[in-house]
């Protein structure tokens, strides 16, 4: 079988930057959604996903494996530039060898499967709200009007490690595989995705279609699709019919990490000989210690202070600056301010369940509105527990 091809990403209504990636380089498939002040975002997910791409050329280890580095390599440079600390990124990304998509994802970014009229999601949110659907606390409607349906749980850059979840799915010809970015499920109900999906053979036409769709519908965040369809023909086309261009909209600078080569991606089975792979191995080990060392040196005090987070105090919800952790018995945070919220209420709420953790905030402002929301959320639950004569 073969891969055909059809990428768009576009910046919406209402951003005023594209922070998404894509990487359309078969038989390597990948978006990214960053985050994070000023250009962070944008920096994260390309970091991520060209991270990914030139570990997979060169043959060094599993899809899982490289978007470990890509974890690494991130917060590596979030470390060491003050201009993006506290950067980070989603990555869902499909690798086709053979008959199988091997899948890696971390974040909020999805992988569907359309086969015979149903579209069904492969991959799993790393939000906060869905950890809430799946304890049965709330609704999967409930979840999309969310004030925090973009917590995420996970996400690349953000730590030292990450947990990615794997999954391999044996294809089928006629198949359809869409990797987005949320700024496309935000938006746009699946069924109206899986409509448009199935009412346009092109896999190009069905992702600008898709991207027409959210901008029609709003448009609030940056849209990135991907679509693959599986065709007949033999393994060695893999990559053949790639039509992966940006669509005209979409910012420079979110080309593919490279550009694209139909059929002259690498082939299926063709890793580097051992020698080269220990090489590439060195120097990104080399490159990352490096990196490090600069960042104890110079940035990691600035970059430790432009983090917040919100967490406990004394017994009571806090803000604090700076992240939740000790090293070599040195806080790297302090409080900036104590609430007189109990900490026990906030946690006795399943969505704060974890608050003693630590909740992570985009800057001060963002933590203050995660207290209120704590605020509001204890006195639905305080009226609800009233109402319900407890
Ligand atoms: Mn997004």
């Not at 800057?363 to 203050?368: C, E, I, S, V």
Request: glycine share 12%; hydrophobic share 45%; proline share 4%.
């Amino acid at each position: 079988m073969r891969i055909e091809a059809g990428v768009a990403t576009d910046i919406g209504q209402v951003r005023e930057g594209n922070e998404d990636s894509y990487l359309v380089e078969p038989p390597l498939f990948a978006v990214a959604d960053g985050m994070g002040g000023h250009r962070g975002g944008e920096v994260a997910s390309q970091l991520a996903l060209e991270t990914v791409e030139t570990l997979f050329r060169a043959g060094t280890g599993t899809l899982v494996d490289q978007v470990r580095a890509a974890n690494q390599a991130v917060f590596a440079r979030s470390a060491a530039d003050r201009k993006v600390s506290g950067m980070g990124t989603t990555l869902t990304a499909v690798q086709v060898l053979g008959d199988v998509a091997h899948l890696a994802h971390v974040g909020d970014s999805r992988a569907y499967l359309l086969r015979a009229g149903s579209l069904r999601q492969l991959t799993d949110d790393h939000t906060l709200v869905q950890r809430m659907v799946q304890a049965g606390e709330i609704t999967a409607e409930e979840a999309d009007v969310h004030p925090h349906r973009n917590v995420l749980t996970r996400s690349l850059g953000t730590d030292p490690d990450v947990v990615v979840d794997e999954q391999d799915v044996g294809l089928l010809e006629g198949d359809r595989v869409l990797l987005c970015s949320d700024g496309l499920t935000s938006m746009v109900t699946e069924g109206q995705m899986q409509a448009i999906l199935e009412a346009t053979p092109a896999a190009q036409e069905a992702a600008d279609r898709l991207v027409r769709a959210a901008n029609r519908a709003g448009g609030v965040d940056n849209i990135t699709v991907v679509v693959l369809d599986v065709l007949a023909g033999d393994a060695g086309q893999v990559g053949e019919g790639v039509t992966g261009e940006a669509t005209a909209a979409a910012r420079p600078g979110h080309a593919p990490p490279s550009p694209v080569t139909p059929g002259g991606g690498p082939t299926v089975g063709d890793p580097a000989s051992g020698g080269s792979r220990r090489v590439v191995r060195w120097v990104v080990a080399a490159v990352a210690l490096l990196v490090l060392v600069v960042a104890g040196a110079t940035g990691f005090r600035g970059w430790v202070d432009g983090r917040w987070y919100v967490g406990v105090a004394n017994g009571h919800v806090a803000v604090y600056q700076g992240i939740p952790a000790t090293v070599l018995g040195f806080e790297l945070s302090h409080v900036d301010l104590e609430t007189d919220i109990l900490a026990a209420d906030a946690e006795a709420l399943p969505l704060y369940a974890n608050l003693a953790d630590g909740l992570n905030a985009n800057g001060r402002d963002d933590a203050l509105h995660i207290v209120d929301q704590i605020r509001r959320d204890l006195r639905k639950a305080g009226r609800a527990a009233l109402g319900g004569g407890a």
